[in-house]
């Protein structure tokens, strides 16, 4: 269901011209990372339930790592740029075009992926010069990166501070240029004299918001309780929200409260 949904939308904004402008773009980027993000950890945790073996080696873990860390922290700067996207679409509309050229667009998805990947290879060249010699089962159904420290016999000091002093840095950073762009987006719309445009510019921007909101609230629950020696069921839930349930709703909160989308999708099925 989540790589029907999030192929769908992709599918939709390459094959109609309507849905080709930078707001679609960047929603299609989300969802070909949502398919990444879903396809790391579900198919997994599928096998582990079919087979009831439920082992993993520490290279196939570390991996795991990479691309999970690499998906959320693209996702946490894709979720940013979509801010900004909204916030020259809103409050300074003539100039979209000249601000959110193509090519600005290619290039801020260029630089964000590499900030994510150089940004999760510290934190993997880490983990490779640990040991891991417990038989602790992880508690959670996919190797996450706080959760293997907990399980390695050597001295994770500097990996933990290193989650941290960086979590701290770019994820403060990142969340208020995720916000701060709304705070006047929302005194733009305020001072619009028509009740449709108004409309129109609150539809859009709450789609988005309820993408922030459901990604963040549960990756930052289950950070910050991530530390604690005994996971309750709830940090299982909140990690099953982010990591399964997130991309599966993401394509239905866009699809379902946006009109052009919808009118997309109607046209493509009459053609067939």
């Known amino acids: 269901m989540t790589l029907t949904g999030n192929l769908l939308i992709v599918l939709l904004i390459c094959t109609d011209s309507h849905l080709q402008t930078p707001m679609y773009f ?13 396809s790391v950890t579900t198919p997994r945790m599928l096998f582990d339930f079919h087979t009831q073996k439920r082992l993993i080696s520490i290279q196939d873990c570390i991996t795991q790592v990479f691309l ?21 679409a809103i409050c300074l509309p003539l100039h979209y075009t000249q601000i959110m050229h193509w090519r600005t667009c290619f290039l801020l998805v260029l630089v964000l992926l590499t900030f994510s990947m150089l940004y999760t290879l510290v934190h993997v060249l880490l983990l490779l010069k640990l040991t891991f010699c417990r038989l602790n089962p992880l508690q959670s159904f996919f190797c996450d ?24 840095l770019f994820g403060v950073t990142i969340f208020a240029l995720t916000f701060c762009p709304y705070i006047i987006i929302l005194n733009t719309i305020m001072k619009m004299q028509s009740k449709a445009m108004r409309s129109k510019a609150f ?14 609230g549960t990756l930052f629950f289950s950070y910050i309780h991530s530390n ?36 997309s999708f109607k046209k493509a099925v009459c053609r067939l």
């Open 26 to 38: 960047f929603l299609g980027t989300l969802a070909c990372l949502d398919m990444v993000y879903s």
């Open 68 to 88: 999970i860390v690499v998906c959320a922290s693209s996702e946490m700067l894709l979720l940013a740029v979509m801010s900004y996207d909204r916030y020259v």
């Open 145 to 168: 990166l706080p959760q293997l420290l907990l399980v390695s016999c050597s001295d994770t000091f500097i990996n933990v501070l290193l989650i941290f002093l960086l979590g701290c």
């Open 203 to 216: 539809f859009t921007c709450s789609s988005h918001l309820t993408v922030v909101f459901i990604f963040y």
């Open 228 to 263: 604690a020696k005994n996971h309750s069921a709830v940090d299982k839930v909140v990690s099953v929200v982010y990591t399964v349930l997130a991309p599966l709703v993401n394509p239905l909160i866009y699809s379902l409260r946006n009109k052009e989308i919808k009118i």
